[in-house]
């Protein structure tokens, strides 16, 4: 695997693969979605919670009234676990998931006096959150120039630029979160478009089986398309 070294020599190939991603996601991106529209850094974590195992779909027809209910850790915690899984039902894991966000708020009230904190390693010793969500989090709701790298990222970045992580679980490798921060733009608004369109564009595009090659923005920089 290229170290990270190499990488920030490379510094137009990068620039080209951002901002691509980043005018293909002003055409085809989901502006819409309510959780990447707020500086909220709970309406942030619930989302993230929320989204596990179930789809994107589902997760809308219960997030609004989820956070009406539930505007904060300490509403979370004011209310009964009934109350909560009832809500949350038809997204599956109900119980699972009801006491993961109970845990979470539980910590937030009690280290942070309600607040979620704006510091990486402080969200990451919050139960349940590692280095996903806490980017999420950063990037989202605080303006931080962090990368979002889950399995959809990690494809692409595999594909386009030929990097493989050694490890069997790629997103934990900190290699792989060298090279995509050094993907992600500087600037704040641009860093979302960034980071929305790459997962926007690994889903629509650049997806596990019969990715679209012959019509991808990317295909004239891509090592999997010259393969």
Request: with cysteine; hydrophobic share 40%; proline share 6%.
């Amino acid at each position: 695997m290229r170290s990270s070294k190499s990488w920030s020599l490379d510094a137009r190939l990068r620039r080209l693969f951002a901002l691509r991603i980043i005018e293909w996601y002003k055409e085809h991106g989901l502006h819409d979605l309510p959780w990447r529209n707020t500086s909220d850094p709970w309406a942030v974590l619930v989302a993230a919670f929320l989204l596990r195992k179930t789809t994107v779909d589902q997760v809308l027809k219960v997030y609004s009234e989820f956070l009406k209910r539930y505007p904060n850790p300490e509403a979370l915690l004011q209310a009964s676990e009934d109350e909560i899984k009832k809500l949350i039902r038809s997204l599956g894991i109900e119980h699972q998931r009801t006491k993961h966000l109970r845990k979470v708020a539980k910590a937030i009230v009690e280290e942070f006096h309600g607040r979620i904190p704006c510091d990486k390693e402080a969200l990451k010793r919050l139960p349940g959150i590692g280095e996903y969500i806490a980017s999420e989090v950063l990037l989202t709701a605080y303006g931080r120039p962090e990368p979002l790298l889950d399995r959809n990222m990690i494809r692409v970045l595999e594909r386009v630029f030929g990097v493989k992580s050694s490890r069997k679980r790629p997103h934990t490798d900190p290699k792989m979160w060298r090279i995509a921060k050094l993907l992600v733009p500087k600037d704040p608004e641009l860093a979302k478009k960034f980071n929305f369109g790459v997962l926007d564009f690994a889903r629509q595009v650049c997806s596990v089986r019969r990715p679209k090659c012959n019509t991808c923005i990317l295909m004239d920089i891509c090592k999997h398309k010259k393969g």
